[in-house]
């Protein structure tokens, strides 16, 4: 059976899970189920993202499967609960472990048979606070796998098997010194059982905690939104009762109930929230608000246009959360390591006991050093070090008004070189606007009344350089409407003087333009000004230019600045754009960009990305329309700006909500960042167990520390990841 439908995308919350390797057992038994054609297992997020088709395979098929392999799908994973449940496992081995270890190594306080009772304490400390270990182990052991909850088990298991074989069946109980000396085979190591138990469960809790951290920039966003919504009658209402196309009051100092258009009211909504960007921004009749942004001043009336999962804070937690969910191709490389290592270990731990016995060492040596490398060798530090970065990192990047889509984007980040800028709406507002106009001198219209005819016709187009000669026009009688695309419009116009065929547009849809004209027309393109000629049809029917309109598109404030910081990168930047080429050249100049093209097509900005990928270059596009759609899609990185279309969000890698150029910088530097801790992260826990390992094999590492240093590891990777919450 084939299914043409697309294959749908679900997230399982999935618990008990250890360790990394649980995550890539999981990941390969969904992936073997016929209709299943991805699936990523996040162990730090824990959750399984699979993608499936949906006429194939079930969610009970994919609950079940994950059921078989000894973990369970659950609605929502309570980090809290997991965390509590360690602390009190915790505690009583603590409390447990501390007279063991006592009377285990300080001579003076071994009493008589005090071996009995460090075997009553320490066999609750191995049977119940290590039992989430042993479970693990004996599940993965039905699979025919081995994972770190193995490692950590066989070793606590020996050490307490051990000992009580000595104890029970060897005499240890008639042993009075120091159960480290090796010069006794009868010696018990409950305390190394206890205190391996003990420091592993503390660095789990640290790693429960921090993991929980490391969320908290996506929960914080979540919990942004009101519980609660005031219609326009006073009537206050569930937020989830709120529905499209109702009115709301945002009263000042309160937050905005979801998306929405203002129908009355002026104010200064504060969106930090969403954007990252400190200042206020002033809305009035007819501009678009955000939900759970803050309204600081005014009294507003909000029309909702997008409730529940369509508002804009549920989009960016959403795709955050997809982000999160996902691996950068660096974690390839750890999830192949974590698969074979644990057999590998046990492998040396093996060859240890041998190589011991070998070189004519007693038992407790050879025992003692096969532990230590049992313990040390728990590669938690492997599985968490991608993981935990990229979720800190895109949690940031969310505070800051950046979604990240993937870890593959941060990949791309590292290796891009060079940048296209859309010009309308990216460098510059993307809001024409009138700049002045140019009168012919033996025209019998004043510039008022050409501005009166011109927008009176242009009132009758979409194109944003009409609405800018448009806007502030009372309106005349127009008829018999023409537009010539590429060139311009006609309508007649009903004036003081009798009905009149107006024509606005380009030199081309002209016959004759006022020589008088043609000096302003020139001043203005080179001055980065859009020129827009107007006429009216003479008795021959021929249309003559008298009017000139000066139409700017102007800078954003932060144009200037952004290129400067991608410069400071290292980036290579060019300006692509449909505009002409002097009016682009003139923002080019202004700007600070490298290179310009301009009057380029859509499919152009696609050709002009292709020749630099074809001469080696790695590419990020910044786009806003739906025209620049196809070009962040072939780009290797696509960045939207988020004033923008949601096609052009859409077909992109990295969304910058505010629209601020400035934040792509800030974007690719966090991307930079983030890859770089990962890095930073592998390195050390590969690092870590490159060294221990030998070290243990050779006796010079005891089990107890050995276990301390392996918590340790996973410690450090998640504290440093959580280090990315401080970008700035």
């Not at 051990?162 to 120091?178: E, P, Q």
């Not at 809305?283 to 997008?306: I, K, Y």
């Not at 937690?317 to 698969?339: F, I, S, Y």
Request: charged share 20%.
């Amino acid at each position: 059976m084939t299914s043409t439908d697309a294959p749908t995308t679900v997230d399982l919350p999935i618990e008990g899970m250890t360790c990394t390797a649980c995550a890539v057992r999981i990941g390969k038994g969904l992936s073997k189920i016929e209709g299943v054609e991805k699936a990523d297992v996040n162990f730090a997020s824990g959750k399984a993202r699979v993608l499936y088709d949906a006429d194939l395979v079930s969610l009970q098929d994919l609950s079940a499967k994950v059921e078989s392999l000894g973990y369970k799908v659950v609605e929502e994973i309570d980090e809290e609960a997991v965390a509590q449940q360690l602390f009190r496992r915790l505690v009583v081995a603590a409390v447990l472990s501390v007279p063991v270890v006592a009377i285990s190594m300080i001579s003076p306080w071994q009493f008589q048979n005090w071996q009995w009772v460090a075997f009553v304490l320490a066999t609750p400390v191995v049977f119940w606070s290590g039992w989430n270990f042993h479970r693990a182990a004996v599940l993965n052991a039905r699979h025919g796998t081995v994972t770190m909850d193995t490692l950590v088990s066989v070793g606590t298991l020996a050490a307490w098997i051990w000992s009580t074989v000595a104890l029970f069946f060897l005499g240890a109980a008639d042993h009075a010194g120091m159960s480290m000396s090796s010069s006794d085979a009868a010696h018990v190591y409950y305390e190394t059982a206890c205190v391996i138990v003990t420091l592993i469960l503390l660095g789990k809790w640290f790693e429960a905690r921090a993991k929980k951290r490391s969320g908290d920039a996506l929960r914080k966003l979540g919990e942004l939104g009101t519980k609660v919504a005031r219609l326009e009658d006073g009537t206050e209402i569930p937020i989830e009762n709120l529905e499209v196309g109702m009115v709301f009051e945002v009263r000042p100092g309160e937050k905005v109930a979801t998306d929405g258009t203002v129908v009355r009211g002026h104010s200064a909504v504060d969106m930090s929230m969403i954007t990252g960007e400190p200042v206020p921004v002033e809305v009035s009749e007819g501009d678009n608000v955000v939900g759970a942004t803050v309204n600081t001043n005014g009294f507003l009336l909000v029309r909702a246009t997008s409730v529940g999962a369509d508002t804009a804070l549920s989009q960016i937690v959403r795709l955050v959360e997809q982000a999160q969910g996902t691996k950068a191709p660096v974690q390839k490389l750890a999830d192949r390591v974590a698969g074979v290592f644990v057999p590998i270990v046990f492998l040396i731990a093996a060859i240890t006991i041998v190589a011991w016995f070998v070189t004519g060492h007693d038992a407790n040596d050879a025992f003692t050093a096969a532990v230590a490398v049992l313990i040390i060798a728990c590669p938690c530090a492997l599985g968490l070090a991608t993981p935990t970065a990229i979720m800190v990192g895109t949690g940031r990047g969310a505070q800051l008004g950046i979604i990240i889509k993937g870890g593959e984007v941060l990949e791309q980040t590292r290796r891009v070189d060079t940048i296209l800028l859309d010009k309308t709406g990216t460098i510059t507002e993307g809001k024409m606007a009138l700049a002045g106009i140019e009168v012919a001198p033996d025209s019998s219209f004043t510039s008022v009344q050409w501005h009166q005819l011109a927008g009176s016709v242009e009132a009758q187009s979409e194109h944003p350089i009409a609405a800018a000669i448009a806007a502030s026009v009372d309106v005349l009688d127009v008829s018999q409407f023409v537009n010539t695309p590429g060139q311009g419009v006609m309508a007649t116009v009903q004036t003081d003087q009798g009905p009149k065929v107006v024509g606005v547009g380009k030199a081309s849809l002209f016959h004759r333009i006022d020589s008088s004209l043609d000096n302003a027309k020139h001043q203005s393109e080179e001055s980065g000004e859009t020129a827009v000629l107007a006429g009216i049809e003479n008795a021959e029917g021929q249309l003559c230019a008298s009017a000139l309109f000066r139409v700017a598109d102007s800078l954003k404030s932060t144009s200037v600045e952004a290129i400067e910081r991608f410069h400071h990168l290292g980036l290579e930047v060019v300006m692509v754009t449909g505009d002409n080429a002097r009016t682009a050249k003139k923002i080019g100049d202004v700007v600070g960009v490298d290179a310009v093209v301009a009057e380029v097509l859509p499919a152009g900005k696609v050709d002009e990305i292709t020749r630099y990928q074809q001469q080696g270059k790695v590419v990020a596009m910044v786009g806003d329309g739906i025209n620049d759609a196809p070009a962040l899609a072939q780009s290797d990185l696509g960045i939207a700006i988020g004033t923008g279309t949601d096609v052009a969000i859409e077909a992109s890698d990295l969304t910058i909500v505010s629209g601020d150029l400035r934040s792509a910088a800030t974007a690719i530097s966090l991307s930079r960042r983030t890859l770089s801790t990962i890095k930073g992260n592998l390195f050390w826990a590969f690092a870590y167990n490159v060294a221990a390992i030998p070290l243990a094999a050779f006796g010079l590492l005891n089990p107890m520390i050995a276990a301390g240093a392996m918590g340790f590891s996973s410690v450090f990777v998640v504290t440093n990841s959580l280090r990315l919450k401080r970008f700035k």
